[in-house]
């Protein structure tokens, strides 16, 4: 991932095949099938890649039990394959996830499926057994050909409160089905981006550039790092910029030129809980459930947390969206409903996220209605400039195969062919990944001198990606430091050779320190020095950094410096344990 040498190529010529718009996951996804086409491919996403709605996921990674009611079945279709296809080629980050659905009701949401499915109404209503019992039933049959998972089954209301007692005693049924969930949603993204780029010097890349229509016709590239502009030339534009598509497109087009709005996304909102009495009563299950007023909420737990949401709300600005406290105290009210006898302190909550679902341009008044499919819309340029080929819609699950559609799009028009196919294509860490990782960790462990606890650490976080990690932290002088697990070099090769211009980009993105609420203020100063020393930056600019760090935590996750302040002695505690063990 050279940065110079990408825009380097770009000085020596401005023209390439196609310019990817947005370093999310689909826009990550596109990019990726291009490049291995052997396309002379370019992306460009103004932030970090997957900062945006792809970094703020429920974490799920599933068919869209709810999308069945809207009668969206092939979409439903897709996810599940995709779903399956993301467990066998990314084993190290995504996993099945057992799937329970508190049930209050026998026969409600029958009749208003039907008539809702029919068209001749949008209004939600609360889901009772028969219409759960149909939905699942539909989900094992789509599925029933692979079989990767077991089939659902019911609980009546005694085993289900005997599993789970501190569900709302009301209750009268429950189902359990598997999805899955994904780990590192973020990693998941660099790792595309990596397989893309691994296709040779066709394929290129830039984190924090932009690019605007010029003037005199073709675009200028801004490099947001070295403040360089330079001219760039693309025979075609994919516009992979998710909730920013239609802003991204004003700056595209000229005044006379610019297409009607194509997207109408809506906020959704996750609070991270550090409670160990509801993380053990979940039992490793997700509670899917509906609140009062029929939105569907989850929680289940993650990476040693309690991740709950969400929120379904339209907004203009994507860029400004963050978890407001009336939308905490909907999620804390909707887990009061179905775990009445819980109890969240205000400092249990570690961290907090919203992003904006790339939606269609809809005018339904109830946002759980609007269509989650995707689906590609060219749009010619004019007076010579290149068409622009927008990604419409899409959920994390599918971003594999709306990639692979956007890129047979963008094949035709180049008048080029495919001639690698993705649909089993390992990637990342989960390459060459053992069916015995016990096994595989006591191999690391043995060949390296590196403790089973560290070893295991490691391929947690890298899945056999791992490797890479070790061979570079046994190069130098390594220290761990005041987190448990994490050492000086892991973090400098992180710097090195994933991109990371921002303090954010290595601390809520590459690593999952902050999303966990493992991050502490002590940590915070050392992984700035160490991107500070990485980077040369003069004692103002590292200060400047911290202090949009600092800013970025508090306004937009909920933790303020004081909260991490906090965190330093228990993170000292656990660092000196883990020093003795290895």
């Keep these: 991932m050279n940065r110079e040498e990408t825009l380097d190529g770009l000085r020596r010529s401005p023209r390439v095949d196609v310019c990817v718009l947005g370093g999310g996951i689909n826009g990550l996804s596109v990019f990726r099938e291009l490049a291995l086409q052997g396309v002379n491919v370019l992306i460009v996403e103004k932030g970090d890649y997957c900062s945006g709605a792809s970094a703020a996921l429920s974490r799920m990674v599933h068919g869209g039990l709810r999308y069945l009611e809207n009668g969206e079945f092939d979409l439903v279709r897709e996810s599940l394959v995709e779903r399956d296809r993301l467990l066998r080629n990314a084993p190290h980050y995504v996993a099945p996830l057992p799937t329970t659905v508190p049930i209050f009701d026998v026969f409600s949401g029958l009749a208003n499926g039907i008539v809702r499915f029919l068209g001749l109404t949008r209004r939600p209503s609360r889901r009772g057994a028969v219409a759960i019992k149909a939905g699942l039933s539909i989900y094992d049959f789509l599925t029933r050909k692979r079989a990767l998972m077991p089939r659902h089954q019911f609980r009546g209301r005694r085993s289900t409160l005997s599993k789970w007692p501190a569900l709302n005693p009301a209750i009268r049924n429950s189902a359990t089905y598997y999805d899955a969930w994904v780990s590192h949603p973020e990693r998941v993204g660099i790792e595309l981006l990596r397989d893309g780029l691994s296709a040779g010097p066709n394929a290129g890349a830039l ?7 010029a003037p005199a016709g073709g675009f200028l590239l801004h490099d947001g790092v070295s403040g360089e502009t330079l001219a760039i030339k693309p025979a075609l534009v994919i516009n992979a910029t998710g909730g920013w598509i239609d802003i991204v497109n004003y700056a595209l087009f000229s005044e006379a030129a610019r297409p009607a709005p194509l997207m ?9 809980i550090d409670n160990v009495g509801l993380r053990d009563m979940l039992d490793g299950h997700m509670i899917y459930y509906e609140n009062d007023d029929g939105r569907i909420c989850i929680l289940f737990p993650y990476l040693g947390k309690v991740l709950v949401g969400s929120t379904d709300i339209r907004v203009d600005d994507p860029g400004d969206v963050r978890c407001e406290a009336d939308e905490r105290e909907y999620i804390l009210q909707s887990l009061a409903f179905v775990l009445p006898d819980v109890r969240i302190r205000p400092d249990e909550i570690v961290f907090q996220f919203a992003g904006v679902r790339p939606l269609p341009a809809s005018n339904d008044s109830f946002t ?10 060219v749009l010619e340029g004019r007076d010579g400039a290149p068409p622009v080929l927008c990604m419409i819609g899409g959920k994390w699950t599918t971003f594999r195969s709306f990639g692979e559609l956007a890129a047979d799009v963008a094949l035709e028009r180049l ?45 947690e976080r890298y899945g056999t990606d791992a490797q890479d990690v070790v061979r570079f932290t046994a190069a130098g002088p390594d220290t761990l430091l005041p987190h448990a697990g994490y050492s000086a070099r892991e973090l400098l090769h992180l710097i090195r050779t994933e991109a990371v211009e921002h303090l954010d980009d290595l601390l809520l993105r590459r690593t999952t320190l902050a999303i966990t609420g493992e991050l502490s203020l002590e940590m915070v ?43 330093n002695t228990q993170r000292s505690v656990l660092c000196e344990t883990t020093a003795r063990s290895g």
Aim: net charge positive.
């Design 525 to 567: 100063e050392v992984a700035l020095d160490l991107l500070a020393d990485e980077k040369g930056w003069p004692p103002q600019c590292k200060a400047e950094e911290r202090t949009r760090f600092l800013t970025l935590m508090r306004e937009r996750h909920g933790v303020a410096e004081a909260a991490l302040s906090a965190r």
């Design 207 to 213: 984190n924090y550039a932009t690019i605007e229509h």
């Design 264 to 272: 109408g996304g809506t906020k959704g909102s996750h609070l991270i």
């Design 368 to 377: 759980g209605r609007i269509p989650r499919d995707h689906f590609c819309t």
């Design 415 to 459: 008048g080029r062919s495919r001639r690698v196919h993705t649909a089993d294509r390992t990637f990342g860490g989960g390459r060459a990944f053992p069916n015995d990782r016990s096994g595989w960790i006591r191999d690391l462990s043995d060949s390296t001198g590196l403790s089973l606890d560290r070893a295991a650490t490691l391929f």
